[in-house]
């Protein structure tokens, strides 16, 4: 069964240091978002592709995140710098145009020190 | 704003008891609703969805839920639990893009 790829699975940064996350969705989804999960809540919608364009990035810290899905296919979420209160679980989820099912990743578990 | 309320955080139920998770979402039209799964550091599994029609779906690993309009619910239910079910879960609504509630962290006692 076809999955969402995300890596790495565990990161320890410290602050105001830079890192990146990769994501690449299951084959022939045109859709992708990524989603911040912070201890305790749910996910919440940062950044979402259709093919290569944004379509939504009203949450996206502007200030310190970017994300790029250059050719449409994977993705890449950056902090720089990070901060403490970035701590989370990053996840990446696709689907199929138009289709309200979306298919999560396992997520990467970021601690900044 | 829409939202979608879960009001438990945490659920303990003796392994082949009965379960009930509740949802409560906030808009006016039928939204579409989801339950989702999360074993610990692991991704989003979709246990089932409802987007009109009959209003009780069946999902994945013995897990229904009934859509109830005049009280704004969607509670996901299972006849007997079992000890592999221990995991959050967390109903969603999809507007413009997916809403997800707090979660409902649940525990199976042997």
């Known amino acids: 069964e076809a999955e969402v790829a995300q890596s790495p699975r565990y990161k320890i940064t410290e602050k105001s240091q830079a890192v990146a996350f990769w994501c690449d969705p299951i084959s022939g989804h045109a859709t992708l978002y990524w989603y911040r999960q912070i201890l305790g809540q749910g996910p919440e919608l940062l950044v979402q592709?259709?093919?290569?364009?944004?379509?939504?990035d009203s949450q996206l810290p502007k200030d310190r995140f970017s994300a790029e899905r250059l050719k449409g296919v994977d993705s890449t979420l950056k902090i720089q710098p990070a901060e403490l209160g970035d701590s989370a679980m990053y996840l990446c989820?696709?689907?199929?145009?138009?289709?309200?099912?979306?298919?999560f990743g396992p997520g990467t578990r970021l601690t900044v020190t | 704003a829409q939202s979608v309320t879960q009001p438990d955080i945490h659920i303990t139920v003796s392994e082949g008891a009965s379960l009930e998770l509740r949802c409560n979402y906030s808009y006016g039209a039928t939204p579409y609703l989801f339950w989702y799964v999360q074993s610990p550091g692991q991704g989003l599994q979709l246990l089932l969805k409802y987007f009109s029609g009959d209003t009780l779906v069946q999902g994945i690993k013995g897990f229904e839920a009934e859509f109830k309009r005049s009280q704004s619910s969607f509670n996901l239910r299972k006849p007997s639990v079992h000890w592999s079910d221990a995991a959050e879960y967390f109903c969603?609504?999809?507007?413009?893009?997916?809403?997800f509630g707090a979660g409902t962290i649940l525990r199976v006692k042997s």
């Open positions: 989820a696709s689907s199929f145009p138009e289709s309200y099912e979306q298919y």
């Open positions: 969603a609504w999809y507007g413009n893009k997916l809403v």
């Open positions: 592709f259709q093919d290569e364009s944004v379509v939504d």
